[in-house]
Nanobody, 115 residues
């Protein structure tokens, strides 16, 4: 079991940057994969980026080159650095912890990029 708490969302102008944080209640090295997902109004939740226990990263095509997922093992925290933000990035961003038997989710943090 793990609790995930996201922070860092907010309102940012197009072209701006934000860094999201996800604090886990246990060692992130005990978690197979951690990731960020997002859900825009009226749309399904979609993958943004993941980082594996071994440190391998994966990105959605729509964010590759603009977003960077990273982690601080000592702080049990995963980050999502977002740059060159666009109005279409507006969504609730959720942190995910993937275990072999189930996923855990945070409550989400809102990111708004006005058009």
């Amino acid at each position: 079991q793990v609790q995930l708490v996201e922070s860092g969302g907010g309102l940012v102008q197009p072209g701006g940057s934000l860094r999201l944080s996800c604090a886990a209640s246990r060692s992130i090295l005990s978690i197979s994969t951690m990731g960020w997902y997002r859900q825009a109004p009226g749309k399904e939740r979609q993958l943004v980026a993941t980082i594996s226990r071994g440190g391998s990263t994966n990105y959605a095509d729509s964010v590759r080159g603009r977003f960077t997922i990273s982690r601080d093992i000592a702080k049990n925290t995963v980050y999502l650095q977002m740059t060159s933000l666009k109005p279409e990035d507006t969504a609730v961003f959720y942190c995910n912890a993937n275990f072999p038997t189930r996923d855990y989710w945070g409550r989400g943090t809102q990111v708004t990029v006005p058009s």
